[in-house]
């Protein structure tokens, strides 16, 4: 694993091992890349290394996302009908019979 080096240095590096090297911000020359998925996702808006790619900005995607939910909570639209669950109305009352019945 060869992390933050300078490309030809890397490349030397790999060129005299006879193991497969594999680099995270060294280059093209390593044998194999590694990304981190937070960083090609664009899962977060501060610091990106120089030798970052964001593939995505979910960051912002998640950040829209969020705001949505809340908005949708604070406004009573959410959850709906079609995101309860229900209980026959004969299994309710049998439950508030038994309820009743137990508190006396």
Known sequence: MLESLPTRLARLISDRL?????????????DGQVLVTH?????FERFTPRFVKKYADLHAEMGRAFTAYRLD????????????????????????DAVNNAAG
């Open 73 to 96: 909570v604070e406004g009573k639209v959410f959850p709906a009908e079609e995101h309860s669950i229900e209980m026959p109305d004969s299994e309710w009352q049998a439950l508030l």
């Open 18 to 30: 006879e193991i497969p090297t594999i680099g995270i911000g060294a280059g093209a020359g390593c």
């Open 39 to 43: 960083d090609l996702l664009g899962l």
